[in-house]
């Protein structure tokens, strides 16, 4: 099992940039398909994007493509979404998910994770 923590959330200007962090718990990162998600008031929760266990391959929604990039350090047993070019659209509760994995590979849906932080805050103003 595993234990998410994001940070790293805020209010920030449009064009502005934020960095979000989600540190996990064991020893095992490495074994772990990671993504970052994002719920907006009355919508639902989205894919922003998605690393497989070793870095190598990544994915995009079409709406960050460009803008944002997702990395991990899996000696800090971290992975990073940075978040530039910041739009009021982006305004929503950020997750990150984890789960374990065995392919390689990377997932883009929400049932494919086993397990999820609490969020983090991100507000972008006009």
């Known amino acids: 099992q595993v234990q998410l923590v994001e940070s790293g959330g805020g209010l920030v200007q449009a064009g502005g940039s934020l960095r979000l962090s989600c540190a996990a718990s064991?020893?095992?990162?490495?074994?772990?398909?990671m993504g970052w998600f994002r719920q907006a008031p009355g919508k639902e929760r989205e894919l922003v994007a998605a690393?497989?266990?070793?870095?190598?391959?990544?994915y995009y929604a079409d709406s960050v493509k460009g803008r944002f990039t997702i990395s991990r350090d899996n000696a800090k047993n971290t992975v990073y979404l940075e978040m530039n070019s910041l739009k009021p659209e982006d305004t929503a509760i950020h997750y990150c998910?984890?789960?374990?994995?065995?392919?390689?590979?990377?997932?883009?849906?929400?049932?494919?994770?086993?397990?999820w932080g609490q969020g983090t805050q991100v507000t972008v103003s006009s």
């Open positions: 690393i497989s266990r070793c870095g190598a391959l990544t």
């Open positions: 064991g020893r095992t990162f490495s074994s772990y398909a």
């Open positions: 998910a984890a789960r374990v994995d065995t392919s390689n590979f990377y997932y883009t849906s929400t049932t494919s994770y086993d397990y």
